[in-house]
């Protein structure tokens, strides 16, 4: 399946003996690393307790598509991921709620600074 930079998506996530595994949806923040990976920020339905670096996602910013319960996005928890994992598209984000993502985990991690180190 392609994906691209702003896609939300669902993943599988296989535990440690490799044979279970659950679906979980993840941003598609990077899309064209080597070795058919792209760089991930999971989304979870457990929105009851929001950290700093958790924000609400919000259907009307998909440009298509939707997801099918209220999630938040959770940046510390940003990781690599094989594409090989994708088992469908929910849809895209528009151009201005990526940024608006891109934006918060720059502020997180500190990328915005790193040219003035």
């Known amino acids: 399946m392609e994906i691209k930079q702003a896609d939300i998506i669902l ?3 296989y535990f440690s003996d490799m044979k279970q595994f659950k679906n979980r949806p993840v941003l598609v923040f990077k899309d064209n690393l080597p070795h058919d990976d792209f760089i991930g920020i999971p989304l979870s339905s457990k929105i009851h307790n929001l950290f700093n ?4 996602m919000d259907n009307i910013e998909f440009k298509n598509g939707e997801l099918p319960v209220i999630s938040k996005l959770m940046i510390r928890k940003t990781f690599v991921v094989s594409k090989q994992t994708v ?3 929910y849809g895209t984000l528009k151009s ?3 940024i608006k993502y891109h934006n918060y985990f720059c ?3 500190g990328c915005n600074n790193a040219k003035n180190q």
């Open 53 to 56: 670096d958790e924000y609400i």
């Open 107 to 109: 502020n997180y991690f």
């Open 96 to 98: 201005d709620a990526y």
């Open 87 to 89: 088992v469908k598209k």
């Open 11 to 13: 993943c599988k996530f």
